[in-house]
């Protein structure tokens, strides 16, 4: 028996501020046609947030169809439904944002986008690069409570600039992020952009940049960010069946 490059992963990460779950599955080609494939992805997860505002807990599911045309263009789409739930709100929060003790929000999404990539080995991508784009239709019409259009955009560029007499390379990124929402009414708090923190901007608190109120941040409807490194190998052995060094931490 010979698997066909399916992935089932779970990841669970509780944590005293932030909390993750997920359950995902991926058939890269769902048809077997090797080159031009058709994939399917679900995902079911669930995440916690204990923000100084509120508590939030987010349900979601997700179905996603893909396909390729050839080695690097792809295009894909699918539904995703998401239920949020706030609890403990601040009683000292920002007047306006639109939290209370009743707050449910459901969040039906239409997803569609591309993808180009040329990466080879996502931990250490040398002279390639990609850049993915996905729109997102809120809907009422699939069920859920709000009507907005969403656009994100996603991109990254590598250049190797130096091999080390491992054959490890040294390489500059640059990677970055912008995303946009148009709604004919204000986008909810808790649906807005945020930036701040070890995913975003290191150096700063967790959604610590942007407008306050009495010390709240208030988030926006667009945001952008971007990141410039100097990539280069710290640990790496030999191990079997493999050419090149297996380089364990850059």
């Not at 992963?9 to 090797?34: I, M, N, V």
């Not at 208030?218 to 960010?225: I, K, P, W």
């Amino acid at each position: 028996f010979t698997g066909g490059g399916q992935t089932l992963r779970l990841f669970l990460a509780p944590g005293s501020q932030f909390s993750t779950y997920r359950l995902s599955f991926y058939e890269p080609d769902l048809l077997r046609e090797h080159i031009s494939r058709l994939g399917l992805r679900l995902d079911l997860y669930k995440t916690y947030r204990f923000l100084r505002t509120h508590d939030e807990d987010r349900t979601g599911f997700g179905v996603t169809l893909s396909r390729r045309f050839g080695r690097y263009f792809s295009i894909f789409a699918g539904p995703r439904f998401e239920k949020i739930r706030l609890a403990d709100i601040d009683a000292d929060a920002p007047a306006g944002i639109g939290l209370d003790d009743e707050y449910r929000l459901w969040k039906h999404s239409l997803i569609t986008g591309v993808s180009y990539s040329t990466i080879e080995d996502q931990f250490s991508p040398v002279d390639s690069e990609e850049i993915r784009l996905e729109l997102r239709q809120n809907g009422e019409f699939m069920g859920g409570d709000l009507d907005y259009f969403e656009a994100d955009v996603r991109f990254g560029k590598y250049w190797g600039i130096w091999e080390d007499t491992l054959g490890r390379d040294w390489t500059i990124a640059l990677e970055g992020r912008a995303r946009r929402a148009w709604s004919d009414e204000t986008v909810p708090y808790t649906e807005r952009y945020w930036l701040g923190g070890t995913r975003t901007v290191r150096g700063f608190d967790y959604r610590g940049i942007g407008r306050l109120q009495g010390g709240y941040p208030l988030g926006g409807e667009a945001s952008l960010n971007a990141t410039a490194e100097l990539r280069f190998p710290i640990m790496s052995a030999r191990v079997r069946e493999e050419v090149d060094e297996f380089q364990w931490v850059r």
